[in-house]
């Protein structure tokens, strides 16, 4: 497989703070590569350099071939952003939009209109694109997001939260779409706090933490990297703060936290402690109302190597 | 191309904006109306005069002057004077004061003595100056009496046959503005001038819609995107100030001179620095609010010191200094000399001084713009 991106070395700098440090990675030709991070954990200085909105510090990053710093149009040309916040005209109809965007990309007369009318029936906005956005829903909106990033048919799309605040159906839409774009040849760079969405569609995942990468595979290769762990959820009736220290002082216990009415308690599977974890929960206690064990996901995977929740 | 992309679609964004419609074009024409019509009077250098009511008292011991006096009145009175004797009971002074009366003289062997309204001074004004005219003549009637009995005579006939009691003395004044022509150029410079608000948001706006993200990944420099933005910007406020310079023509007749297109020109580079001003007070005080703040302030004594609202004449000390720092100062200047003196070279000056400060402020922009990474 060929590759489309390659990430060697790639530093950036804001003052004293790393916020990306010696990151190299290879995203191949059809792929749909998701990047996992918390907060601040440098996914996104990433992507905006690859989209050539920050310039690196150090490294290179090589598109098709081409460095994009070096060869900074031909990257632009074959990249297309949708970026988490929405990036549309409030006072330009949903048609005008992507024409605008798509001009900018060199785009002229009926090649532009073919192009427009394309991405926006891409999307399923074709019977709206003489709305404007303002009478869009919060799906619609994210959905003319995407089209005005992918109407001169990028190479790579780097979608970042394309799902962000939207009802399920527009979700599901959103995520055919992806699909849709990755069958049709384009290569995808995907993040979301989704962890069910990135499991869904992403053929390979990087989890980032700190500026660098600390693990990369397709799902099963993650999870495969915490076989010695397993993932007890404890559903309780929440009447009173559960002391989360109490339980990380258990034997074997890696990491726990608290999602509503279930605790989610990462532990290390040789070390037989259910006992004593139901133990000191009844003696905080806790109204306990259902123990499982799970098998290592993508999610246990992220919270035993970074030690924080994706939404942390 | 994609400058003129950029720009087309700045137009059709600024077109869509009810807001900035009502604002850049409403405003200016409906203030030059306001103040126009409520500020005439500063401006007029007509008066219209009214009725002029002479209540008089007098006492003569000469037969000469009482003729004199009768053929005075008889031919004031056709040029429109009402002379009444004061009767018995009556207050001269209660008279004069409520307006009935324009004035009230004394005539007797002492002289004459007149006490005139300070509610209708332009009217009390005629009456003195015919009442001195009188008072003159009969001076010299008397005195060539003294000396020859038949030219004294003479004197005193014909002197009252004279209709000319006032002599009016004009000068070929230049041709001033009026209320409504004060405030054409006035508003019409500050509007301009208001341009550095939008401008001041061109770039402010697209980082909040974050649609700056999606400009700078396109194919497109960031030199391309700011003429583009500049010359959507440019060209919006140049049509409104075109509007409202048209509309006060034709609608209200304001006078513009004979050198329109040299004032068009003044105002587009007005304009050129109002948008330079806000571009550049927007890249280097980079917290948009804190940028807003300083525009809104800067325009607010601009317009004033500037005269936009009453013309300030006259200044000294600090006032002076601050007039002479608002841009409308200078360009109304201008404006007024090219309209109403001719002075061409004071216009060329303004444009000159715009289009450097301008360029300044362009500078210190595209330095801003190129040491950043994003907008």
Known sequence: MSHVLEIRNLTKKFGDF??????????????????????????????????????????????????????????KMNTGIVPQELAIYEDMTAYENVSFFAGLYGLRGAMLRERTEEALAFVGLGDKHQSFPKNFSGGMKRRLNIACAIAHLPKLIIMDEPTVGIDPQSRNYIL??????????????????????????????????????????????????ITDTKEIWIGFRADGAISIESLQGIAGVTAVRQEENTLKIVSKSEVNNLNRIIQQLIKDQVEIRSVEEQAPNLESVFLTLTGRNLRD | MAIWRIALKEILSSVRNRQTFLFMLALPIILMLI???????????????????????????????????????????????????????????QEVSSGRYTAYATIDKEGIAFFGSSKNTVESGILQG??????????????AFQASPGVGTNILKHAAESKDFIQETTLAAVRKPGSID??????????????????????????????AIRLMAAPISKGEILVGKMIGNVFINTLCVLVVVLFSKFVYHAYWGNHFWLVLLALLTEVLLAVSLGLGIGFLLTKQEGSYMVVMIFLQCASFFGGAYFPIENTEGILTLLTNLSPLRWINTALLELIYMDNIAAVWKVIGL????????????VISIRRREAF
Request: proline share 1%.
């Open chain 2, 130 to 143: 015919m009442l001195v005219a009188f008072a003159d003549r009969y001076a010299l009637g008397t005195a």
């Open chain 1, 176 to 225: 055919q779409s992806v699909r849709k774009l990755n069958e049709m040849g384009c290569t995808i760079i995907y993040t979301s706090h989704y962890m069910e969405e990135v499991e869904e569609i992403c053929t390979r995942i990087a989890i980032v933490d700190h500026g660098k990468i600390i693990a990369e595979g397709t799902k099963e290769q993650l999870t495969s990297i």
């Open chain 1, 18 to 75: 790393i916020a990306v440090d010696n990151m190299t990675l290879n995203i191949g030709e059809g792929e749909i590569f998701g990047f996992l991070g918390a907060n601040g954990a440098g996914k996104s200085t990433t992507i905006n350099m690859i989209a050539s909105l920050l310039r690196p510090t150090k490294g290179e990053i090589v598109l098709l071939g081409k460095n994009i710093v070096k060869d900074s149009k031909f990257a």
């Open chain 2, 35 to 93: 103040l126009g019509a409520g500020l005439s009077n500063a401006f007029s250098s007509k008066h219209s005069v009214g009725e002029v009511r002479l209540l008089y008292q007098a006492t003569f011991s000469e037969n000469d002057m009482s003729a004199y006096w009768d053929s005075f009145t008889k031919a004031i009175g056709k040029e429109g004077v009402e002379v009444v004797p004061i009767r018995p009971g009556m207050d001269w002074r």
């Open chain 2, 354 to 365: 715009n289009l450097g400060i301008a360029a300044v402020f362009l500078v210190l922009t």
């Open chain 2, 182 to 211: 004060y405030y054409a150029v006035s508003m019409t410079t500050m509007i301009a001038l208001f341009s550095i608000i939008s401008a001041n948001y061109l770039f402010g706006a697209e980082r909040a819609r974050k649609t």
